[in-house]
């Protein structure tokens, strides 16, 4: 089974999502043995963002290692866990609501695809990149 950096590569919908990952040097950690859930953003999800600032974002290591951290729990939490939680802390230190009312969303993001398993984790997809407060 491949780690979470692995899956992300050989997932096309995740280029941004990696070189992102590589731009703030967390390649290494997310190799790590965990175990980690991320809340992976697809192309999709980074084409939201005006391009300019996303290009100011990539630029930025502190504030892409804050945003990219926000998106990851330090623990595996399957969708099945995901149901009874309200939210979760994040590696960033804050907080992400979770609402799985109708369907499952994190702050505002949908998740598009759950519990894709990984050696040092599982990641869920979603259809927007998370901001930190």
């Given at each position: 089974?491949?780690?979470?950096?692995?899956?992300?590569?050989?997932?096309?919908?995740?280029?941004?999502?990696?070189?992102?990952?590589?731009?703030?040097?967390?390649?290494?950690?997310?190799?790590?043995?965990?175990?980690?859930?991320?809340?992976?953003?697809?192309?999709?999800?980074?084409?939201?963002?005006?391009?300019?600032?996303?290009?100011?974002?990539?630029?930025?290591?502190?504030?892409?290692?804050?945003?990219?951290?926000?998106?990851?729990?330090?623990?595996k939490v399957?969708?099945?866990?995901?149901?009874?939680?309200?939210?979760?802390?994040?590696?960033?230190?804050?907080?992400?609501?979770?609402?799985?009312?109708?369907?499952?969303?994190?702050?505002?993001a949908k998740?598009?695809?759950?519990?894709?398993?990984?050696?040092?984790?599982?990641?869920?997809?979603?259809?927007?990149?998370?901001?930190?407060?």
């Amino acid at each position: 089974m491949k780690n979470i950096i692995e899956t992300a590569v050989n997932n096309p919908d995740f280029s941004t999502l990696v070189t992102a990952i590589k731009a703030a040097e967390l390649v290494e950690t997310l190799s790590g043995t965990g175990p980690f859930t991320v809340f992976a953003p697809t192309n999709a999800a980074f084409a939201k963002i005006p391009e300019a600032t996303l290009k100011a974002i990539l630029a930025d290591k502190a504030k892409l290692t804050s945003i990219l951290t926000y998106h990851v729990v330090a623990s595996k939490v399957l969708s099945k866990d995901v149901a009874t939680m309200t939210e979760a802390k994040t590696v960033q230190g804050s907080n992400i609501t979770i609402d799985a009312k109708d369907g499952v969303m994190i702050n505002n993001a949908k998740v598009t695809k759950a519990d894709i398993e990984c050696s040092n984790g599982v990641i869920h997809v979603i259809d927007t990149v998370l901001m930190p407060k």
